[in-house]
Structure formats: C-alpha cells, structure tokens
C-alpha cells in the first residue's frame, strides 16, 4: 500500500513571493504517477502539476515547479511569484502507473494562504 | 467542453436513509471514480468504474455501493446512513489510456 504525507497543514506566503510545499511518499512500486492538485473554496479539484517516476527531468507549468527526488521519495512543491488566486487546500497524491488513471492516494493537505 | 457535473450539490438526509448521488463525466470519458473528503479521514478513493465495470474498490463497507450506465454516468449509494457518512464525495472522470482525472464541484451530504 502506498502513503503520502503532508507534514505542513497550513502556510502562509505573501503576494510576488515563492513558496514551496513538501510532500514525501512511501511505495514499493517502480513505475507511477505524482500529482499536486489545488482545492479552492470552490471545492473543485484542479490539476496543477504531473510527475511521472521515470522521468528524472522536474515538471514545470508555468509558476509551479516540483522537485522529485525519486530515491528519497520527496516531490515538494514550488510556487513562484504567489498570486491571492493560489489561495487553497493542495494535495499530493500518488497514483500507480497501470497505463490509464487508477486509484489516487492523497496526502493530508496544505492549507495556503497569499496575502497581500 | 462540459466538465464533470454531479448532483444534487448539496444534500441533508436522516440517520438510517439511503442516499443516491450522481456524477456525469465528460464526454468521451469512460472511467469513473468516486473519493469521499471528510475532515477527519481526508480524501479516500471508493470504488472507480470503467465501461459500466467496477474496477477498483476502496476500503468501505458494503453500505456503499455504485454502478455506471452504458453512456458513463455513474450512480453511488450509501444505504442505511450514518453520522459519519456526512462528507464531500467527489467523483472524477477520465479518458481511457489517460492519466489525468477531472473533478466534479462534489455533492455536500449532512446525516442528521
């Protein structure tokens, strides 16, 4: 069975700051997925960024960078030049690769806040 | 594109009643799955449906259950409710060979 923890239940960034989110998992599994996903108070989870094992080069789209350290199986969160509109509940989450999407098993959740 | 509608959003049932909520994926998806997102437990995968089979299936008991149609809306019910039943469910749909799943704004359910 695979666990992802989240150790930072909340933090707090101001506006044009960076902020980063860590997120460390624990699997016997080779081959899989990792996400971070966004949860405003509209309650929609929403995709931000993508990792899978078998590439070592980290994701990036646009503001969000992650850095995927595979044998410590650390993949924390980058956000650069924070926004008010970045204000929510992220979660990581792990997925195994079975060559569609499958189950995802979350993390706990980090609360952010941007502030002005 | 239409995204992943569940309904209703909100829904207030008593102790000991069953409950059925609904999820409509996107179009072209075939995949469905269901999370339920409490305070106490966080988000925990229930069951996923593929081509109106169910695939996967989380740790809950038989009290939930699902089904998926021929044109991949999907049904869960939660019979005989409990207080801790109250919760978000979340339903996500996806393209088959894909990876990435889309969320639906959830279905809210208080058991009073």
């Known amino acids: 069975a695979q666990t992802v923890t989240q150790s930072q239940p909340e933090m707090s960034v101001q506006e044009a700051e960076t902020v980063t989110l860590s997120c460390t998992y624990d699997?016997?599994?080779?081959?899989?997925?990792l996400f971070w996903y966004k949860q405003p108070p509209s309650r929609q989870m929403i995709l931000v960024i993508r990792?899978?094992?078998?590439?070592?080069q980290n994701a990036t789209e646009n503001r969000f960078s992650v850095n995927f350290q595979k044998a410590a199986k650390s993949f924390s969160l980058k956000i650069s030049d924070s926004q008010l509109g970045d204000t929510a509940m992220y979660f990581c989450?792990?997925?195994?690769?079975?060559?569609?999407?499958?189950?995802?098993?979350f993390g706990t959740g980090t609360r952010l806040q941007v502030t002005l | 594109k239409a995204g992943v509608t569940q309904t209703p959003r909100y829904l207030i049932k008593t102790r000991g009643q069953q409950v059925t909520l609904s999820c409509s994926p996107i179009?072209?998806?075939?995949?469905v799955s269901w999370y339920q997102q409490t305070p106490g437990q966080g988000l925990q995968f229930l069951f996923e449906?593929?081509?109106?089979?169910?695939?996967n299936k989380g740790n809950f008991p038989g009290r939930f259950s699902g089904r998926q149609f021929s044109n991949s809306r999907s049904e869960m019910n939660v019979s005989t409710l409990e207080l801790g039943d109250s919760a978000l469910y979340l339903c996500?749909?996806?393209?088959?060979?894909?990876?990435?799943?889309?969320f639906g704004q959830g279905t809210r359910l208080t058991v009073v």
């Open positions: 996500a749909s996806s393209l088959a060979g894909a990876t990435e799943a889309f």
């Open positions: 699997t016997s599994e080779n081959n899989y997925y």
């Open positions: 990792q899978e094992a078998y590439k070592q």
């Open positions: 989450a792990f997925m195994k690769n079975t060559g569609t999407a499958s189950k995802l098993t």
């Open positions: 179009s072209g998806h075939r995949s």
């Open positions: 449906y593929f081509s109106e089979t169910q695939r």
